[in-house]
């Protein structure tokens, strides 16, 4: 596994890590090294020290502030090129301004690491800067909305948005689809009705 992910990073791809990746193997039995094992290198950071919270810490850097709750990992740079984006701010003396989410470039990709277990507009608002930078298109929708994506063995793809709520939402995706139970075209945004769903077929020309 580390070797494809390294692969992966080296030709471009943009591998996100978080909490206790690395830390077992796949027998569920812990590592040897310190967190993320096999892919320190990479991510140019190590797992110095984890803890479980009692109590919210804050967390802070030029993307937003927030703060973690439930847990918090405290990263150590293993190069002097990491990319700090945010740190813990004070609280309990052992994180106090320590590294919480880490950048590190890696070949023509790069690796985040993200130590905190974020509070939801704070995690919102890294991940997407996380998908900007990749340039990742992405589809937004209200919360009650599920999309989930299919793939069939040649690489036709089929996308299934669900509406849990009772009421009419709006959905927007990256591409004009095709919506198959309906039998016509879609715009990128587009309301879908209460408890029903939407199949559809995406036209990848991004809106």
Request: with cysteine; net charge negative.
């Amino acid at each position: 596994m580390v070797e494809a992910l390294r692969k992966y990073v080296e030709a471009g791809g943009h591998l996100l890590l978080t909490l206790r990746s690395g830390m077992k193997d796949r027998y569920s039995a812990l590592l040897p090294q310190r967190q993320p094992g096999g892919l320190a290198d990479m991510a140019g950071v190590e797992v110095e020290d984890y803890y479980a919270l009692l109590d919210p810490v804050p967390v802070s850097g030029r993307l937003f502030q927030g703060q973690s709750s439930l847990w918090s990992e405290r990263l150590a740079p293993l190069g002097q090129d990491v990319q700090v984006l945010a740190r813990y701010g004070k609280s309990n003396g052992w994180l106090d301004d320590q590294i919480a989410i880490s950048m590190n470039v890696y070949g023509k990709g790069c690796v985040y690491y993200v130590g905190a277990y974020l509070d939801g507009p704070a995690q919102q608002t890294l991940l997407e800067h996380v998908l900007a930078a990749a340039e990742v298109a992405t589809h937004v929708a209200e919360p009650g909305i599920e999309i989930c994506r299919r793939v069939r063995s040649g690489g036709e793809e089929a996308y299934i948005v669900i509406n849990h709520n009772s009421r009419p939402c709006a959905v927007h995706m990256a591409w004009t689809s095709f919506e198959h139970l309906t039998g016509i075209p879609l715009g990128p945004d587009f309301d879908l009705a209460g408890y029903s769903i939407a199949v559809l077929s995406p036209n990848k020309k991004k809106m």
